[in-house]
């Protein structure tokens, strides 16, 4: 399986946000969107990532406040990426080895969406369910032997 079965099924809908917003507008269109990630676009280019985890990390360098942190001051801006041809395996090794929860999908130098630790798993464990249904039927299915009787 790969990240572009992902995407296929997940949709297109991409939320983006420029570097220069300030965080507590990013904060609150997380919030209304219930989402743990935005792409930080800049004239079109990927410049980053702001993830619920970064939010946390501003917060605290901040004593608890926002103040007049800007995307770009909080933001990852050396996100993990992937493409859409890379295999699940693939992802799930560079999720773990960098605890990234997000991963970008690129394409050329071009966003074409994003996969969440969520979304790997769901696809996992999806395609085992799939697998242990065709098991099973083929199972139930199984032809009886010929000519083997007890004597």
């Given amino acids: ?3 572009s079965d992902i995407l296929r099924s997940k949709g297109n809908t991409l939320y983006t946000i420029a570097p220069l917003t300030p965080l507590a507008e990013a904060v609150k269109m997380m919030a209304e969107h219930d989402l743990g990630s935005i792409l930080v676009m800049d004239h079109g280019d990927l410049v980053g990532i702001l ?3 970064e939010v946390i990390l501003a917060l605290n360098n901040n004593g608890g406040a926002l103040g007049n942190t800007t995307v770009r ?5 050396h ?3 992937c493409s859409p041809d890379t ?3 693939e992802v799930r090794r560079m999720m773990l080895e960098r605890h990234a929860r997000y991963l970008p999908v690129m394409s050329n130098r071009q966003l074409m ?3 969440s630790f969520y979304d790997v798993a ?4 999806d395609s085992q369910n799939f ?3 065709m098991l099973k039927a083929y199972i139930r299915d199984w032809p009886e032997e010929q000519g083997s009787k007890a004597d």
């Fill in 122 to 125: 769901k696809a996992v464990v």
């Fill in 79 to 81: 996100p993990l990426t």
């Fill in 1 to 3: 399986m790969k990240v």
């Fill in 113 to 115: 969406g994003v996969v």
């Fill in 51 to 53: 993830t619920f985890r």
């Fill in 73 to 77: 001051g909080a933001m990852d801006d």
């Fill in 87 to 89: 295999e699940l395996d």
């Fill in 131 to 133: 697998e242990n249904k």
